[in-house]
């Protein structure tokens, strides 16, 4: 079965700098990845995704993320983080063609000024 | 389009009660999905249904869970008899068939008590 690794629980940075939010997943023939981001007492919004094609995707408020198949792994990037980034972002793979998620157990991210 | 509604947004209860949450998905799409999210924990798969069709139900979803999704509309999760261990957040989303790629659109969650 498919899972999906997040090692940090929590990631503290100062505004304007860059972070890297780390996922890794289980290997799987075929893979959808997608990062999402949760404000406090909300849902979960999409960020990015990746289906196919370009291992660099990029999303929403400035996010990236990099495909690495032989590393397994999906990190989420940001070169110069807002206090408005403060937030859980969460890690979710699912196997190509199926509906259903996993998603990591999320990192949340704290922007200091 | 108003994207995906729940309600209540909070729900206190007293353990052994029912409660029954409500999911108002994005009109166009006709596969919808119950996720549980409990403290520190990323959300689970509950279920989920294409049009009125319940297609799948995680063991997670036991005897006292049940998810209705009446003429493929809105969708009701009922719990019954609650236990404190059923307190978490409960998020709706949908999507549809040919979208699922492109990720779902979740709704702002019920939060659920029980005291």
């Known amino acids: 079965a498919q899972s999906v690794t997040q090692l940090d629980s929590q990631v503290p940075v100062f505004e304007e700098a860059p972070v890297e939010l780390r996922c890794n997943y289980s290997?799987?023939?075929?893979?959808?990845l997608f990062w999402y981001v949760q404000y406090p007492n909300q849902g979960l919004q999409l960020l990015l995704k990746?289906?196919?094609?370009?291992?660099l995707v990029k999303g929403i408020n400035g996010f990236e993320a990099e495909f690495n198949k032989s590393q397994t792994s999906f990190h989420l990037r940001k070169p110069s983080v807002h206090i408005s980034d403060t937030a859980e972002y969460f890690c979710?793979?699912?196997?190509?063609?199926?509906?259903?998620?996993?998603f990591g157990t999320g990192t949340r991210l704290k922007v200091l000024a | 389009d108003t994207g995906v509604s729940q309600d209540p947004r909070h729900k206190i209860t007293k353990r052994g009660q029912n409660v029954t949450f409500r999911c108002d998905p994005i009109?166009?799409?006709?596969?919808l999905y119950w996720y549980r999210q409990t403290l520190g924990q990323g959300p689970e798969f509950l279920t989920y249904?294409?049009?009125?069709?319940?297609?799948?139900k995680s063991r997670l979803l036991s005897d006292r869970f049940s998810a209705e999704r009446p003429k493929g509309s809105f969708s009701t999760l009922e719990i019954q008899r609650t236990e404190q261990g059923d307190s978490a957040m409960y998020l709706c989303?949908?999507?549809?068939?040919?979208?699922?790629?492109?990720?779902?659109?979740f709704g702002s969650g019920t939060r659920l008590t029980v005291v």
């Open positions: 989303a949908s999507s549809s068939v040919q979208g699922i790629n492109y990720g779902y659109t």
């Open positions: 290997s799987s023939v075929s893979v959808y």
């Open positions: 990746y289906l196919s094609g370009s291992t």
């Open positions: 979710a793979v699912s196997d190509s063609g199926t509906y259903k998620y996993i």
């Open positions: 009109s166009e799409h006709n596969r």
């Open positions: 249904f294409q049009n009125e069709a319940q297609l799948e």
